[in-house]
């Protein structure tokens, strides 16, 4: 049987029409298989190189306020958690250890938020007590911001 399905159509209780995943987020589905497509392509000849050329490729494509703060994201990561890989999720940049993704910079313009975001997945090694962030806004990077962003970045990579 070759049967289609169509978005399915929901209210929410404010009375608003929601039709399943928004048009931003079945982009970055997209982008993220395309992504599984490229390393399976390059299988075992895959190199670190190529991860981090795909990660600043990325970066490049960025607007300039984003493209300004992933760039210096990046710079940070390297120098505070060098034992983080860089490697594309979900169309951006984002750093792991063993195979698993520890932290991301989400661009302003991904969701078209006002902000962008640096966030830490389960992975990261964050947990302080009952409740801790996992994601943090930025919309410019100061001394203290980079300072504090790096020693995240280290226990988040420990």
């Given at each position: 049987?070759?049967?289609?399905?169509?978005?399915?159509?929901?209210?929410?209780?404010?009375?608003?029409t929601f039709d399943g995943f928004t048009?931003?987020?079945?982009?970055?589905?997209?982008?993220?298989?395309?992504?599984?497509?490229?390393a399976a392509r390059r299988g075992s000849r895959a190199s670190a190189a190529d991860a981090e050329r795909?990660?600043?490729?990325?970066?490049?494509?960025m607007a300039d306020a984003d493209r300004v703060l992933a760039e210096r994201i990046h710079a940070i990561v390297k120098?505070?958690?060098?034992?983080?890989?860089?490697?594309?999720?979900?169309?951006?940049?984002?750093?792991a250890k063993d195979g698993k993704v520890v932290?991301?910079?989400?661009?302003?313009?991904?969701?078209?938020?006002?902000?962008?975001?640096?966030?830490?997945?389960?992975?990261?090694?964050?947990?302080?007590g009952a409740m801790w962030p996992t994601a943090f806004a930025l919309t410019a990077l100061t001394p203290d911001s980079e300072a504090m962003i790096g020693a995240l970045l280290k226990q988040a990579a420990s």
């Open positions: 049987m070759n049967e289609t399905r169509k978005a399915t159509r929901t209210t929410t209780a404010a009375g608003k048009d931003d987020e079945r982009a970055a589905m997209k982008e993220h298989a395309q992504e599984l497509k490229t795909d990660v600043l490729a990325k970066i490049a494509e120098a505070a958690a060098p034992g983080l890989s860089p490697k594309l999720w979900y169309g951006m940049p984002a750093y932290c991301f910079f989400q661009s302003a313009a991904k969701f078209k938020a006002r902000y962008a975001t640096l966030g830490f997945n389960d992975p990261a090694n964050l947990d302080d």
